[in-house]
């Protein structure tokens, strides 16, 4: 294929699956490792078969896998097929529902349920379930429908899901404004020093890890990101905090609590799954190893969701209990503090 052909020859045979946009601090880097660690369950070898087929494009113009990608770069990759995720399956998954009228719908989602359909997750999410339940939701600017904002695989919560068109539209403007009400209940690693504060910091991709986000101080990369937590139960070596997000964005909480050297407890992703404070003793060991069978995810639920209600302008605020899985390990946790000589570490 030539090298010259861009993207628009080409739309009425190949269809976007993904895009990315490099951020500024990038090294040069093979485009086929860059990829690796952007697309889950995507190997180096299908990476370099769809380069060599034409597919990848940079800018809009077609690359081997050998082109080193650079800060500010558009990478594209078009296939002959429709994503898969565009072809939701309806799936008679249950919801947990805690309210719903004509406009808006909340669900409380379990840990473990994704979100949406994606790579490598294309059933068995809760966009699948909704569209089993649900008939003519409205969809976003993503073709999800219903979806307004969303919340990690494991972790759980309220999500509010829209109903009609001018309800979508209403909700999104809340969410970009900034002026929802988000509480997340977080169990981290260490003793946190103060009671309350504030974290802020750019969140953009980790430069070495891509399925991390992380904290830059150059405000020309990543976007945006404030956090304002609170401590509520103190364990010594693991702290319960509420944090109040003024900014939603991708792994915020997890991201911001462990670049002030709190990771959430058992957050494979960011380091949490590993023993990062306590003693040395086998059966302190043992003690962690319970809590992370008793909870086998990141530590992190929605609490609390509030926002204006499209159609009455009334301001709406939902709360739901921990989950089971949450709830065990912190009363696990307590009755260590209360029988086990525990150090407070800062």
């Known amino acids: ?45 299908k990476i370099q078969n769809a380069a060599s087929s034409g597919n990848i494009f940079v800018n809009d113009e077609i690359v081997k896998s ?20 565009n072809h939701v399956l309806p799936e008679n998954i249950p919801l947990d529902i805690v309210y719903e009228d004509d406009a808006v719908l909340l669900i409380n989602k379990p840990p473990g349920l994704v979100v949406h ?11 699948n379930a909704l569209a089993f339940h649900f008939d003519n939701l409205p969809m976003n600017s993503s073709e999800r429908p219903g979806l307004v904002h969303r919340i990690d695989k494991d972790t759980s919560g309220l999500l509010v899901i829209a109903k009609t068109e001018a309800a979508m539209t209403h909700l999104a403007k809340q969410f970009e404004a900034k002026t929802t009400e988000r509480e997340y209940r977080a169990l981290v690693w ?14 953009a991709r980790h430069l070495k890890d891509r399925m991390q986000m992380a904290v830059f101080d150059d405000p020309e990369i990543g976007k ?32 911001h609590m462990k670049h002030i050297g709190h990771p959430l407890f058992n957050d494979e992703r960011y380091g949490g799954h590993l023993i990062l404070k306590g003693t040395t003793f086998t059966k302190y060991k043992q003690f962690i190893d319970n809590c992370f069978k008793a909870l086998p995810r990141q530590a992190l639920h929605a ?42 570490e800062e």
């Open 1 to 45: 294929m030539n090298s010259n052909i861009e993207v628009s020859d080409l739309e009425d045979e190949l269809f976007e699956h993904f895009k990315f946009e490099v951020p500024k601090g990038q090294a040069f880097l093979r485009i086929d490792k860059y990829l690796m660690g952007l697309i889950p369950n995507a190997t180096r070898n």
């Open 66 to 85: 050998n082109y080193k990608v650079k800060p500010s770069d558009v990478i594209t990759i078009m296939l002959s097929h429709p994503p898969f995720e």
């Open 117 to 127: 359909p994606g790579h490598g997750n294309y059933t068995g999410t809760l966009v």
């Open 190 to 203: 260490g003793n946190v020093a103060n009671d309350s504060g504030t974290i802020e910091g750019n969140l």
């Open 224 to 255: 945006p990101a404030i956090t304002h937590y609170k401590v509520l139960e103190r364990f010594g070596y693991v702290t319960l905090i509420s944090c109040q997000l003024e900014t939603g964005r991708t792994h915020q909480i997890r991201a």
């Open 303 to 344: 609490k609390t969701l509030g926002f204006v209600h499209p159609n009455t302008g009334e301001m709406m605020r939902f709360d739901t209990e921990l989950p089971d899985d949450f709830k065990d390990c912190l009363e696990r946790w307590r009755n260590y503090s209360q029988t086990h000589s525990v150090e407070e």
